[in-house]
């Protein structure tokens, strides 16, 4: 079955940077298009990032020009690199397969 594992998450200052994987398996991970989603305390998941199987990234505006989603077809790996964290980019995040498929997800906290 499809299984995808996110890693890399964990307590940051504001400024800071983390850089989050998700593993996949169980899928023509190169055919897929692959996105990072997020969800903070009380509030509704948010797409955070998309990458096509072609390579062609789409991003939130709130997160434009910090975030940077990538993939590595050879690793069946998708990457999100997150730099100048700000509080609000406090949340589990989330890693999605195709708009069908999702990973236990990952916590990423910005905090001084």
């Known amino acids: 079955q499809v299984q995808l594992v996110e890693s890399g998450g964990g307590l940051v200052q504001p400024g800071g940077s983390l850089r989050l994987s998700c593993a996949a398996s169980g899928l023509r991970f190169s055919l897929y298009h692959m996105n990072w989603y997020r969800q903070a305390p009380g509030k509704q998941r948010e797409l955070v990032a998309g990458i096509t199987s072609g390579g062609i990234t789409n991003y939130a505006d709130s997160v434009k020009d910090r975030f940077t989603i990538s993939r590595d077809n050879a690793k069946d790996t998708v990457y999100l690199q997150m730099n100048s964290l700000k509080p609000e980019d406090t949340a589990v995040y989330y890693c999605?397969?195709?708009?069908?498929?999702w990973g236990q997800g990952t916590q990423v906290t910005v905090s001084s």
């Open positions: 999605n397969a195709e708009f069908l498929y």
